[in-house]
């Protein structure tokens, strides 16, 4: 059954354990408070949960520097936890992804603890070394202005050591065999556990050539991502992973494998950017650029679509002048830029908390091709503390309540801060209170799910943006088992008209019915519909009427 690839047409919620919900009381999130938050999860109407790391770990980067691949952080439960957490979800029909963070490890993990002691551990190769400073040491930083360089001096291994990102997180060797083989060892472990798959962590370094001799453009080892799915698919049929790599789109391919046997999904960099650009500048033809450069990928494949996510907004793939008019739309502060190509903000606060705005964004995103990914909070319009570091800005903890530490925890002294003064604050923005309001944005969210999951055309099928003759409209039609979806967005402030032929022969679906309200428009004779859009309006359109519902092939 074609719905056995249940993530061409999931709906991904990411959430940090950390702050999403205290039980114990101890001021940081843990697995028995995640549980407890599995009903509201059920209701919102997300099929899947994404974790963000939670494994042993100093946290210097959110979770992103382990130093146990085997066990749960004492702050956040025991491995019981764990499991009892899957099986809950589980029995709500909830699947599980985790992070798989092996492209390094901590400073403090035992392997490299061993590794810059003694020349003969055998661990000693599992990380990259050279006895001389390389040439390109002051290259290739993630974190620009934070990050000084990519190989630093360890005066107890008597050798410079490579970290792609920062330098308590040395890279892994992972050309090396004996290192591939733990990679496994760690993903049929957590399957064993009840996860249906991962998220994995900055893939194109991982898959990299490593090395002080490495120069020019990274040399990719794909066969590597081949034996990773391969081995998975072996372990459990239905389990994917979900890539993230920000490449460029002829790169697609390479990462999905011709043959579909690499990387089941990938979040989509190329379409988050140029959807940031869109909703900036009001102009839909760049996004339409970036989708149908993204368009060719196998079919059992599947595009990760999503707005903001844990890290800043990365811009690094717009022209200088997309980028900027982004920065001056939503970032146009110093202290909401980050690492001279991105914003640091959550997405609420960067559209100024309009609610016309924030709904057409996200309504735009749920119709693009691929499966949304949400982030946790944004479903409430939470905002963020440019008070804090960094993108710890955007990670203060879930907001449940008006009630103290907006219902987060018990302690007066929460691990990270709640939001709790101005337009953001837990007394303004909270679950509880958005759940009896039927005008709220989170009872508009799962509105906008209920129907995301009765159109499966948008998972499944092929994408055609028809012209709309107006920069700020953009219409995008799905086409799958002989039925259609129309989704027409204005993403501009004011009222437009448009006149759209959709392509369908009038005999065959000239009637639409708006998904949203039933509301219909028939096509004219030359098989034309007259829209009207109000400024930051959608509609989401079943072509054909109904009975086409009815008429779709079992899936
Ligand atoms: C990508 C993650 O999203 C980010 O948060 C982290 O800092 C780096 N990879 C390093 O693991």
Redesign the pocket.
């Given at each position: 059954m074609i719905n056995d690839l249940w993530y061409k047409n999931a709906v991904i919620y990411c959430l940090s354990v950390r702050t999403f919900m205290d039980a114990d009381g101890d001021g940081i999130g843990d697995f028995a408070g995640l549980e407890r938050r599995l009903d509201y999860l059920q209701g919102l109407g997300v099929t899947a949960v994404w974790l963000m790391p939670f494994q042993p770990s100093p946290k210097r980067?959110?979770g992103?520097d382990i130093a146990d691949y085997y066990g749960v952080d004492p702050d956040y439960g025991s491995l019981g936890d764990f499991v009892a957490f899957t099986h809950a979800a589980k029995q709500r029909g909830l699947r599980v992804l985790i992070d798989l963070?092996v492209?390094h490890t901590s400073d403090r993990h035992r392997w490299f603890q061993s590794a810059r002691a003694d020349p003969d551990s055998p661990y000693r190769d599992w990380y990259v070394w050279s006895t001389e400073k390389p040439a390109n040491a002051d290259e290739g930083m993630v974190f620009p202005g934070v990050q000084e360089t990519t190989w630093t001096w360890d005066d107890k291994a008597g050798a410079y050591y490579f970290h792609r990102?920062f330098d308590f997180?040395p890279d892994l060797n992972t050309a090396n065999p004996a290192v591939q083989a733990e990679i496994l060892k760690i993903m049929g472990f957590w399957i064993e556990l009840g996860v249906s798959g991962f998220r994995m962590?900055?893939v194109p370094f991982v898959i990299a050539k490593k090395g002080a001799d490495v120069k020019g453009a990274p040399v990719e080892q794909f066969d590597m991502l081949r034996d990773f799915r391969e081995f998975l698919q072996w372990r459990k049929g239905d389990a994917i992973i979900l890539a993230?790599a920000n490449i460029l789109p002829k790169q697609d391919l390479d990462y999905f494998g011709d043959d579909a046997d690499r990387a089941h999904m990938m979040f989509n960099f190329q379409v988050n950017q140029a959807t940031f650009y869109a909703l900036a500048a009001h102009d839909a033809r760049p996004l339409v650029k970036a989708i149908e450069r993204t368009k060719p990928r196998p079919l059992s494949c599947q595009w990760g679509i999503f707005l903001r996510n844990?890290?800043e907004l990365d811009l690094g793939r717009l022209t200088e002048t997309q980028r900027a008019t982004v920065f001056e739309k939503f970032g146009p502060e110093k202290g909401m830029q980050l690492y001279d190509r991105g914003i640091r903000r959550r997405f609420a606060p960067m559209l100024d908390g309009d609610p016309r705005r924030i709904r057409l964004a996200y309504s735009l995103m749920f119709t693009l091709p691929g499966t949304p990914v949400l982030r946790y909070g944004d479903e409430i319009g939470m905002g963020d503390d440019l008070g804090l570091k960094e993108r710890d800005c955007a990670r203060t903890p879930m907001q449940w309540t008006g009630e103290a530490q907006g219902g987060f925890t018990r302690s007066a002294k929460p691990a990270m801060p709640v939001i709790d003064h101005g337009p953001y604050g837990y007394a303004h923005v909270n679950v509880a209170d958005q759940r009896h309001d039927k005008d709220s944005l989170l009872t508009w969210f799962s509105s906008v799910i209920r129907m995301r999951k009765e159109a499966p055309e948008i998972g499944w099928g092929d994408v055609t943006a028809l012209p709309t003759g107006k920069a700020a409209v953009l219409a995008l039609r799905y086409d799958w088992r002989s039925n259609a979806v129309l989704c027409v967005h204005n993403l501009g402030p004011g009222p437009v008209e448009v006149e759209l032929e959709t392509g369908i022969d009038p005999s065959e679906g000239g009637l639409l019915i708006d998904l949203l309200t039933g509301e219909r428009s028939e096509a004219d004779e030359a098989g034309r519909h007259c829209l009207f859009l109000e400024g930051y309006g959608y509609h989401w359109f079943r072509v054909g009427g109904l009975d086409a519902l009815l008429r779709r092939t079992p899936t």
């Open positions: 980067d959110g992103y963070v492209n990102f997180q962590d900055a993230e844990h890290d």
